[in-house]
């Protein structure tokens, strides 16, 4: 298990590879939900990650604000992650 205190990057990290916007950190989730369906996050080592909520967040841009929605929250990734086809 990952230790947020120490080993959490709260940045966001665009990723090509991944299908969905992924977060470790639950509290920066807003409309959560549990997450239902029985997909996993596959990690680069092939591991797969449980994934336990999802919901939607704000990052801030120097226009105005970036807004995400269908966010999967798993808490053994250190990294948040933007699923770059998603944005465009």
């Known amino acids: 298990m990952v230790n947020k205190d120490s080993d959490f990057e709260p940045s966001w990290l665009l990723d090509y590879d991944t299908s969905h916007h992924v977060t470790g950190d639950l509290a920066s989730l807003t409309l959560v ?3 239902t369906g ?3 996050l596959v990690d680069a080592n092939g591991k797969g990650l449980t994934i336990t909520h ?3 967040t704000s990052l801030p841009t ?3 604000p970036l807004h995400l929605n ?3 929250y798993v808490l053994d990734i250190s990294q948040n992650l933007l699923f770059v086809s998603q944005l465009f």
Do not use: E, I, M, Q
Request: charged fraction near 20%.
């Open 62 to 64: 120097s226009s105005s």
């Open 54 to 56: 999802s919901g939607s």
């Open 38 to 40: 029985n997909d996993k």
């Open 70 to 72: 269908n966010v999967l």
């Open 33 to 35: 939900y549990d997450y």
